[in-house]
């Protein structure tokens, strides 16, 4: 993860004071929020919150929040206007495909329901392998996620911003529904945590109901934007079919 995040700053900052030193296209405030998602980031992969996973539900649901709904948009805002990939060359088609909003949809789902399935959250805990997977596809499913809503390369993205609306409402569900089930289940569905010790003198089910409201509160903000979003459409479209016809 070190060299990650190392490799993700140097391929990020050494263009970015090389076009400061002849032009402002690339905006300081860009820089700060990529700069911001990496610190994030690394605290989520690095810092000691890792070693205490299997003492707090909680903690470790905040942590994949972190990489799924913080770290994601920090680092595509950050990225420059100035970048453009024709829709012709190999990376613009496979990101072309990937970042399709069904396609997006379809992987974050698949993400979010399989790795919360008692199994697949199971093997997440108490397995080295799983445990360092899970926090990547969040991390991923959450790049994805927000580079759809957010349309950082038009090029190779078309979808309107009624598309994108109804693409984060959407998205924002399945997070939603696990929620739900966390807050209102009558017992502990993982079981390492079934009679765990868990931090802060909290119950195994008040660390899986805490998650609950950490994973609800973290897919607010998608879902406000893709509100937004909606609104913004419906608005586009309403002032479209009002307009008077232009005079010939």
Known sequence: MWLLILGLAAAYFAPFFRSRRTSTTWPVWRAVLFGLGLV?????????????????????????????????????????????????????RALGFILDPWVALALWSAIIIFWNVPAGFNASIVTNTAGALLPALYLIGGMLVWTVVLRPLPGIQGRSMGNRGWFGLLSSLPMMAVAAVWLYSPSVLYSPYVGALCLWNLTPLQNQAISGWIMALAGLPTMSLAFVQLFAWLIELADSGTQPPSAT
């Open 40 to 92: 994030c980031l690394l605290l989520a992969t690095q810092s000691r919150a890792v070693t205490v996973t299997q003492a707090s539900m909680a903690l470790y649901m905040g942590r994949l929040m972190v990489l799924a709904e913080l770290v994601p948009p920090l680092l595509v805002l950050g990225l420059p206007l100035h970048l453009k990939l024709s829709q012709s060359s190999w990376p613009g």
